[in-house]
């Protein structure tokens, strides 16, 4: 049925996306969500009060969880300076195997955190997947690199042989994170495991409409060894508790919109301490004239619709080569349509739900105004509540033009615009001509002239022939935004140097740094200059 609608061209196509059917027998919010779990879970926050999350597959209450509020946070910090120091002296070996011990459990018990995601995002079991996969790749990444990231590293000294140098790497103590709702296991653990096995404690702040899967994960990384008072979890309305979570870490990591990034950075910069941000991102991807036009309509799919758009290296804008636009749009469209939605607990469903009605309220006021401006619907652009509150089908647009919001703005949904051009640096300018620089995608034949086009886009990652995976999941290579998509990297030496402080220790050995065996000032001076001349022409650095 699938193939079958994917050749269809746009004429014969169904006019809405049709619906995955829920299978018998599929698991519920109360199969999973058990008093029993509950229980174990909420032992990981530290919080006096009681909020809750909801489920997007119906809008209904999913748990009651504890709320945590100002003197909580510093309960919290206080938990985990107390437990800090005794883990910055455990070897880093035996740091990194409980990284390589949770990458197993989390494999094997892949199921539980599935059905948790996809109850608190409502996105599709297989875009959740791609967050177990993300998140193994790291803890093995980690888990078998850290200690040569992290290893003291010899230089040559001021005076060679006489200066001993080493360069050693010291935890920064107690790092504050603040983790975003779309991708709840990846941007909460995936992003606190190399602040773990460089020497911190991490006090966490996941959004409560996604508490569940990182607590899930703080419960499994606890099994795999990691000392529970390390990890300490609040849960709290972000203006209430996010800000005492950067008044008081040592270091923060932050993920979410631009707009709130900028507070987090202001907040960290008045107590000079560090913050690594992933803000917002309107990604371009660029289908080249000599693209392959069906892997390219298959590749935007991917790389504009998973987790229903709601991705920050997600593709919201698409410039297409004019001499193959029409059979681009043509192919892209028919697929688009075939789309399968759903929200059960099971794989078949090829996208889901918005999170929230906020979401869903923002999608439809950037279509709906984007049409009444003159843009043209290709497929979509309609909300689907007969599949749940907040599901709204993929949808492209065409004719987009400023001053529509759809245009320069984050939409964060399953919307994306197409645009044609003609020549090549038309499509590198306007794909840069947005305040934003976090992801971009290249669509090529000749693997050259991919690589030419990727250096001159201002994004920290491009992927060629994909949209985002390729990249993101390259883990020994450093991923992050450029201009106001943030600061800092994840992933590589970046990503775990950052979560720590570096510190030089030179020694000193036989002759001080000083006038010595009979030299007065005028001769240790020409001493000194005959030295630094010589060890120019031996090529020392």
Known sequence: MRHTLALMTDSQAPTTNPVVPVPAGVRTAANVVTPEVLAQLIRGVV????????????????????????????????????????????????????????????LER????????????????????????????????????????????????????????????????????????????????????????????????????????ALWARDLLVEAGLPAGLFQVVLGEGPVIGPEVVERGDYISFTGSTRTGREVAQRAASRLVGASLELGGKNAMLVLHDADVEKAAAGAVRACFSTAGQLCISIERLYVHESIADAFVERFVARTKA????????????????????????VTSHVEEAVAKGATVLAGGVARPDIGPYFYEPTILEGVEAPMSVCT?????????????????????????????????????????????????????????????????????????????????????????????????????????????????????????????????????
Not at 47 to 59: F, K, V, Y
Not at 508 to 535: C, H, I, N, W
Request: glycine letters at 8%; hydrophobic letters at 40%; zero cysteines.
């Open 47 to 106: 919080g006096s009060g009681q909020t809750s999350n909801h489920t997007p597959a119906t809008g209904e209450k999913l748990a009651d969880l504890p709320e945590s509020t100002p003197e909580d946070v510093a309960e919290a910090f206080a938990r985990a300076r107390a437990a800090q120091p005794v883990w910055a002296a455990t070897p880093v070996r035996e740091r990194a195997a409980v990284l390589l011990r949770f990458h197993d459990l989390l």
């Open 110 to 213: 892949q199921a539980e955190v599935l059905d948790l995601i996809q109850l608190e995002t409502g996105k599709a079991r297989l875009h959740a997947h791609e967050e177990v996969q993300a998140v193994a790749v790291a803890a093995r990444h980690y888990g078998r690199k850290a200690p040569s990231y992290l290893r003291p590293r010899r230089h040559t000294g001021a005076v060679p042989v006489l200066t001993k140098v080493t360069e050693q790497r010291q935890p920064r103590g107690v790092v504050g994170q603040i983790a975003p709702w779309n991708y709840p296991l990846e941007l909460s653990v995936g992003d606190a495991l190399p602040a773990f096995v460089a020497g911190n404690a991490v006090v966490m702040k996941p959004d409560t409409e996604t508490a569940l899967t």
């Open 339 to 362: 789309m399968r939605l759903g929200s059960a607990l099971a794989y078949g469903a090829d996208m889901g739900s918005l999170i929230s009605e906020r979401q869903l309220t923002t």
């Open 409 to 541: 703005e984050e939409t964060f949904g399953p919307v994306v615009s197409i645009y044609r051009f003609g020549d090549e640096d038309e499509a590198v300018e306007l794909a840069n001509s947005t305040p934003y620089g976090l992801n971009s995608s290249v669509w090529t034949r000749d693997g050259r002239r991919g690589h030419a086009i990727a250096a001159r886009l201002r994004t920290g990652t491009v992927n060629i022939n994909e949209g985002y995976a390729p990249a993101y999941g390259s883990v020994r290579a450093p991923m992050g935004g450029m201009k106001e998509s943030g600061l800092g990297r994840r992933h590589g030496s970046e990503g775990i140097l950052k979560f720590t402080e570096v510190q030089t220790v030179a020694q000193q050995r036989v002759l001080p740094m000083a006038p010595s065996m009979g030299m007065d000032d005028e001769k240790y001076a020409a001493f000194m200059t005959r030295s630094l001349r010589a060890l120019k022409a031996f090529r020392l650095r």
